[in-house]
């Protein structure tokens, strides 16, 4: 009696549900990351960054088998990826929009403040699309008319500003932009385009060689007379301003200069940010007033060579002061 001829076997066609799967976990699992950075609260980024380091440090990957991406590296997230060299407090000013809106809050309250004490006289700031905008009205204060020579009325005000924005921010894009009024300018300057543009240099170079802000971090504009401060009508007092933009780090381009902190090491970035808060300390003439428990842990840190450390961060310090103010 002839064998009985076997089935053909029957083909698995649901082999790539189990890949499917997989990456739908991974894909969820990517967002629900990317919705916790964005709505960080400093004080937890530790947690965070623990939280992703076991994640991603498992013997094996879900879908591959192989290594997981920290296994036997020796780093931690932060030195897994293009934040090879970012110290803490420079990856949450970098990744944290909720510490970038607080911070914005926070300077322009303490602008208004000094405005109202007769401290900032002509200054003023507002938060839009574009970040924070620090106004200073001219009114030939800060310039003698058709002059780009900062007065010490100026360089004054300069200081006071530029203390509240490297407090908060190293690694932040900063807009300078000129304005004049329609009054055509003679000597030295052909237009009010070179004038205005001109101004706007003369802060820059100013903030940069005050407070050792980067230079790259700096644009400079100059518009002349085409943006007046009221549109169709004409006010040569206010139209003669110039605004110091400290913009949102969502309209920083993918391959921005702010790159050039992540190519620094971590001693040379520490080095930096401890010698802009040495020149805020001098600014407060050796005290610490208004810094709180900012940057306490750098008071001790003042023979050369010696380094801070990262263990209790401005950053993190400064989270429990805003959360300390909005419970007030």
Same mark, same amino acid.
């Given at each position: 009696?002839?064998?009985?001829?076997?089935?053909?076997?029957?083909?698995?066609?649901?082999?790539?549900?189990?890949?499917?799967?997989?990456?739908?976990?991974?894909?969820?699992?990517?967002?629900?990351?990317?919705?916790?950075?964005?709505?960080?609260?400093?004080?937890?980024?530790?947690?965070?960054?623990?939280?992703?380091?076991?994640?991603?440090?498992?013997?094996?990957?879900?879908?591959?088998?192989?290594?997981?991406?920290?296994?036997?590296?020796?780093?931690?997230?932060?030195?897994?990826?293009?934040?090879?060299?970012?110290?803490?407090?420079?990856?949450m000013e970098y990744i944290s929009p909720k510490y970038e809106q607080e911070s914005f809050e926070q300077i322009k309250r303490e602008i208004d403040q000094m405005k109202k004490d007769g401290e900032l006289e002509g200054v003023s700031a507002t938060i839009d699309s574009r970040g924070l905008v620090i106004r200073i009205d001219d009114n030939n204060i800060l310039f003698a008319s058709g002059s780009a020579e900062l007065s010490d009325t100026a360089k004054s005000r300069l200081d006071k500003i530029g203390k509240l924005i490297v407090q908060k921010f190293a690694m932040h894009i900063i807009k300078v932009e000129g304005h004049t009024d329609n009054v055509p300018v003679g000597g030295?300057?052909?237009?009010?385009?070179?004038?205005?543009?001109?101004?706007?240099?003369?802060?820059?170079?100013?903030?940069?060689?005050?407070?050792?802000?980067?230079?790259?971090?700096?644009?400079?504009? =100059?518009? +002349?007379?085409?943006?007046?401060?009221?549109?169709? %009508?004409? &006010?040569?007092?206010? !139209?003669?301003?110039?605004?110091?933009?400290?913009?949102?780090?969502?309209?920083?381009?993918?391959?921005?200069?702010?790159?050039?902190?992540?190519?620094?090491?971590?001693?040379?970035?520490?080095?930096?940010?401890?010698?802009?808060?040495?020149?805020?300390?001098?600014?407060?003439?050796?005290?610490?007033?208004?810094?709180?428990?900012?940057?306490?842990?750098?008071? =001790?840190? +003042?023979?050369?060579?010696?380094?801070?450390?990262? %263990?209790? &961060?401005?950053?993190? !310090?400064?989270?429990?002061?805003?959360?300390?103010?909005?419970?007030?």
């Open positions: 009696m002839a064998r009985k001829k076997a089935p053909p076997e029957h083909e698995n066609l649901e082999r790539w549900m189990v890949s499917y799967a997989d990456f739908m976990t991974l894909l969820f699992a990517t967002f629900v990351v990317l919705y916790a950075l964005s709505q960080l609260n400093v004080s937890d980024f530790k947690e965070i960054e623990e939280s992703i380091k076991k994640a991603f440090s498992s013997a094996t990957s879900i879908m591959q088998g192989t290594e997981g991406l920290l296994v036997d590296t020796g780093k931690d997230i932060l030195d897994s990826n293009m934040a090879d060299s970012m110290i803490d407090s420079l990856f030295r300057y052909p237009s009010n385009w070179e004038l205005s543009a001109a101004r706007s240099s003369s802060i820059v170079r100013y903030l940069i060689n005050k407070f050792k802000i980067l230079p790259e971090m700096f644009t400079v504009v =100059g518009y +002349a007379d085409t943006r007046p401060s009221e549109p169709n %009508k004409p &006010n040569k007092a206010k !139209d003669r301003r110039v605004e110091i933009i400290v913009q949102r780090n969502n309209l920083k381009n993918l391959d921005h200069y702010q790159n050039t902190y992540m190519n620094m090491d971590k001693q040379e970035q520490l080095r930096r940010r401890n010698e802009q808060i040495q020149i805020i300390k001098q600014l407060e003439s050796g005290e610490i007033v208004g810094l709180d428990e900012d940057v306490k842990h750098y008071s =001790g840190i +003042a023979q050369p060579g010696v380094l801070p450390t990262e %263990k209790n &961060n401005d950053f993190i !310090d400064e989270t429990k002061r805003l959360n300390q103010l909005q419970n007030e």
